[in-house]
C-alpha cells in the first residue's frame, strides 16, 4: 500500500509501549501541522529529545487547540517522520457552539458521552444517535476514545453523519448549555424511573463510561437523573444499548405529541 507526500500515512499497533488499535497516522512537520488546522487530530506524538523550533511551534499550536501531546521515543516514531506524528480522525470535529445551536433551532436533543473508552460502545452509540436524529454527539478530548477508523467501521458509517464536538471540560460545556435553556438529563442506577423525567426538547442525555459511570462533576450539572427499570437479576445495561433506550424514549415521546 502506497501513499504519496506531504501525507505520509502510517499504521502502528505500539506506540511508547502501550498496545493500540491499529488507526490512521501522518508522520511529518507539514503534514502534522496542515492535519491540526484541518481539525482532524485526536493526539499528538513528539520526539522527547527533539529541540527542533518547527516541533515546538506545533507542540504550541497543538495544545492551543486542546489536542493531547505525547512524549516517546524517537524509535518509537516512523523514520522519515522527523521526530512528530499524530492519529487523525476521519472526521471533522464542530464546535460546541455549533451544536447549541442546531439543537435550538431543530427542536432536537444532544448526547454527552462522559468517558467512553470502548471504541465498539463509542460506535454502536453513534449508530443509534443518527437512526434518531440526534443533533449532536459530544465527547471529551482526554481519557476516552476518539473517532477512529474502528468507530466509524462499528458505527456502519453513521459517524460520518453525524455532527461531533470535543470538549476540554464536560462539566463547563454543560454550564453552558444550560444557560441557553436545555434540560440535561443524566443516565444513572441512582435516579428515577425514566418514565417520571421530563424529557421535552430542548435536552442533552448524558451517558457514563463502561466503568465509573458519570463522573462526580458532570452529575452535578444534570438537572434529572433518571434509570431504567429492569426485571432481572442484572442491574444495568451495556451503556451502548442504554443509550439507545434513552434516545428511543426521547423520539417515541416527540412523536406522540
Request: glycine fraction near 8%; proline fraction near 4%; hydrophobic fraction near 40%.
Amino acid at each position: 500500500m502506497r501513499f504519496d507526500s506531504p501525507i505520509k500515512t502510517f499504521f502502528a499497533n505500539v506506540i511508547n509501549g502501550e498496545r493500540k488499535s491499529w488507526k490512521m497516522r501522518v508522520g511529518g512537520i507539514n503534514s502534522v501541522a496542515e492535519a491540526l488546522k484541518s481539525g482532524k487530530v485526536n493526539k499528538v506524538y513528539v520526539d522527547k529529545d527533539t529541540n527542533n523550533p518547527r516541533i515546538r511551534e506545533i507542540i504550541a499550536m497543538a495544545k492551543k487547540r486542546g489536542i493531547p501531546v505525547v512524549y516517546v521515543p524517537r524509535s518509537s516514531l516512523p523514520k522519515d517522520s522527523r521526530g512528530i506524528a499524530a492519529d487523525i480522525s476521519p472526521i471533522k470535529y464542530v464546535e460546541i457552539d455549533y451544536l447549541i445551536d442546531k439543537c435550538l433551532r431543530t427542536g432536537s436533543f444532544l448526547l454527552f458521552l462522559d468517558s467512553v473508552e470502548d471504541p465498539n460502545n463509542l460506535g454502536a452509540v453513534l449508530r443509534s444517535a443518527e437512526f434518531f436524529g440526534c443533533a449532536g454527539v459530544v465527547i471529551p478530548k482526554r481519557r476516552a476514545v476518539q473517532v477512529t477508523d474502528t468507530v466509524v467501521r462499528v458505527s456502519a458509517g453513521a459517524a460520518l453523519h453525524l455532527d461531533i464536538a470535543r470538549v476540554e471540560n464536560m462539566a463547563n460545556a454543560l454550564k453552558k448549555l444550560k444557560k441557553f435553556g436545555i434540560t440535561v438529563v443524566g443516565a444513572d442506577l441512582d435516579g428515577e424511573d425514566i418514565s417520571n423525567v421530563d424529557l421535552s426538547p430542548p435536552v442533552a442525555i448524558v451517558i457514563g463510561g463502561e466503568d465509573r459511570g458519570i463522573s462526580r462533576s458532570v452529575k452535578k450539572q444534570c438537572d434529572f437523573i433518571a434509570k431504567i427499570p429492569g426485571r432481572g437479576k442484572v442491574n444495568s445495561l451495556n451503556l451502548s444499548v442504554a443509550a439507545g433506550i434513552f434516545m428511543f424514549e426521547f423520539d417515541r415521546r416527540l412523536r406522540e405529541k
